[in-house]
């Protein structure tokens, strides 16, 4: 079966770093991504990773390592705006199709 | 990045009406589309791959006769909840990829989320 893990949730302070986890487990690994999710709206897109190492974008930074079948996403200076739910997603080719599946999900609250 | 116009953001209807969900790539074409169901404080689960000119695919467990899927052009995909009841409400969220650009980053529509009473 396919499994991706991810903290429920997270605190952290405004102007902080903070790094969300993520572990998968899936068949056909074809890329990894990270959407933003706020309450009641549909998730926007952060990164993509498919190859090994760090890709950087602006305050916002995902480490893809395929052999631990690990990833990050790293926020830098923390802002009030980035509470959200943060969501990593695996891209599997699974019955003739790729195909995204989502972990559930990390809530980060961010405090002044 | 590519837009995904979803339309309606919210609806209410009583039980056993029909709901019908229109899912629109607004500035690229997308043969094919995804319709995902999150309930509150879950992940998005994928329903079903929706391919234009072609049946849609369907996930283990989603009935297809109850969730319609109709992809009639490269730019707009719908979703009917047939019969809708309490059990079906929900936010319902449809994507798109651009076939020609960015291939691999799926973008999002703003949500439906659906009530039957």
């Known amino acids: 079966g396919q499994n991706i893990d991810q903290p429920t949730e997270m605190t952290a302070t405004e102007g902080a770093i903070v790094q969300i986890n993520c572990t998968y487990q899936?068949?056909?690994?074809?890329?990894l991504f990270w959407y933003q999710q706020h309450a009641g709206e549909a998730p926007t897109f952060l990164s993509y990773n498919v190859l090994d190492g760090l890709e950087e974008k602006g305050r916002f930074s995902s480490f893809l390592s395929r052999s631990k079948g690990y990833s990050y996403l790293l926020l830098k200076e923390l802002q009030m705006k980035d509470s959200a739910s943060y969501l990593c997603a695996v891209r599997v080719f699974s019955g003739g199709y790729n195909k995204l599946i989502f972990g559930a999900g990390t809530r980060l609250a961010v405090h002044p | 990045g590519a837009v995904v116009s979803q339309h309606p953001s919210r609806v209410i209807c009583k039980s056993g009406t029909s709901v019908k969900i229109e899912c629109r790539s607004l500035?690229?074409?997308?043969?094919?589309m995804f319709w995902y169901r999150q309930f509150p404080k879950q992940s998005l689960m994928l329903m079903a791959t929706s391919n234009e000119g072609s049946k849609a695919t369907y996930e283990q467990g989603v009935e297809k006769d109850k969730f319609l899927i109709n992809h009639a052009s490269l730019t707009l995909s719908t979703l009917t909840v047939t019969s809708a009841h309490p059990e079906d409400s929900s936010f319902y969220i449809c994507?798109?990829?651009?076939?020609?650009?960015?291939?691999?980053?799926?973008?999002f529509g703003a949500g439906t989320r659906l009530s039957a009473l």
């Open positions: 500035d690229f074409q997308a043969t094919t």
């Open positions: 899936t068949s056909g690994f074809n890329g």
């Open positions: 994507s798109a990829r651009d076939q020609y650009v960015a291939k691999n980053i799926q973008y």
